[in-house]
């Protein structure tokens, strides 16, 4: 006799996911910023990221998931959840920043823009992290929805082997 159990997405498929999803859209995005405010534009749609783009997405991502899970548990709307979800980027931003800088591995710098704050994060992108964090609730609700039915045999006592 065999029985199918259903279990949820493993945390560490989520934290692939979003890695890959944050590494994509970052390539994406530098590919059509340049082809659109270049000069000379980027006719080859070039993008460009880094490898530590993907831990960097993929842990602010698994964590903004935990807000998103206590948010959704404690009935905040969307319109409570974005702000947070935009802070805890900034912040995430910044402090990933502040440890590459120290290892002079950063990647980003935001320092020739208005609003910015040590060339690490910029207000400017705050349009563009809205977009993205309405994105990742929608994310949120469907990985975490999402199961996986795994077939198990149980034991049958009358078969010998």
Not at 85 to 94: D, G, H, K, S, T
Not at 131 to 158: E, T
Request: a neutral charge; hydrophobic letters at 45%.
């Amino acid at each position: 006799m065999s029985q199918v159990k259903s279990y949820p997405l493993p945390s560490w498929a989520r934290f692939y996911f979003y890695g890959m999803h944050g590494l994509l859209d970052e390539i994406v995005f530098t590919a059509l910023f340049d082809f659109i405010l270049k000069p000379e534009g980027n006719w080859m749609l070039k993008g460009y990221s880094t490898i530590f783009s993907f831990f960097i997405y993929g842990s602010c991502s698994f964590f903004v998931e935990q807000i998103y899970r206590y948010c959704v548990k404690h009935d905040y709307t969307i319109k409570h959840r974005l702000p947070i979800y935009i802070l805890f980027i900034y912040v995430w931003e910044f402090t990933c920043g502040l440890v590459l800088r120290y290892f002079d591995a950063c990647s980003w710098d935001y320092s020739h823009y208005r609003f910015n704050i040590m060339g690490l994060i910029t207000l400017e992108y705050i349009p563009g992290w809205l977009f993205l964090c309405l994105w990742q609730d929608l994310v949120f609700y469907y990985l975490l929805s999402l199961r996986i039915n795994l077939l198990f045999a149980l034991p049958d006592s009358k078969i010998k082997s």
